[in-house]
Nanobody, 121 residues
Framework: QVQLVESGGEWVQPGGSLRLSCAASGSIFRINDMGWYRQVPGKERDAVATISSRGNTNYADSVKGRFTISRDNAKNTMYLQMDSLKPEDTAVYYC???????????????WGQGTQVTVSS
């Protein structure tokens, strides 16, 4: 019923920039919190940045000042602008959204399939 699709991940050199997008589609009544998470093999999925429906944002300390999360509520789309990328930013990036579908009483958690970001020279 609901699908999250990420795009924008690719290989980039250290110091470069990327912009990730996450588009939500389906029977969506309202999207509450959204966020970007990342995971490397053998480790847990960690939060990178989150944004509320009102636009309040939070960032992991490791990305503050380099990454910017935003959303376009009219398009049900979220973005992550990543600047000054470092090799340690290499990971699979997943988008998350808490979505209330039509006919539902509360939000459910949805995840995208992930997009690979590789930062290396």
């Amino acid at each position: 019923q609901v699908q999250l699709v990420e795009s924008g991940g690719e290989w980039v050199q250290p110091g470069g920039s990327l912009r990730l997008s996450c588009a939500a589609s389906g029977s969506i009544f309202r999207i509450n919190d959204m966020g970007w998470y990342r995971q490397v093999p053998g480790k847990e999925r960690d939060a990178v940045a989150t944004i509320s429906s009102r636009g309040n944002t939070n960032y992991a300390d490791s990305v503050k000042g380099r990454f910017t999360i935003s959303r376009d509520n009219a398009k049900n789309t979220m973005y992550l602008q990543m600047d000054s990328l470092k090799p340690e930013d290499t990971a699979v990036y997943y988008c998350y959204a808490a979505i209330v579908t039509y006919g539902a009483y509360r939000a459910q958690d949805y995840w995208g399939q992930g997009t690979q970001v590789t930062v290396s020279s």
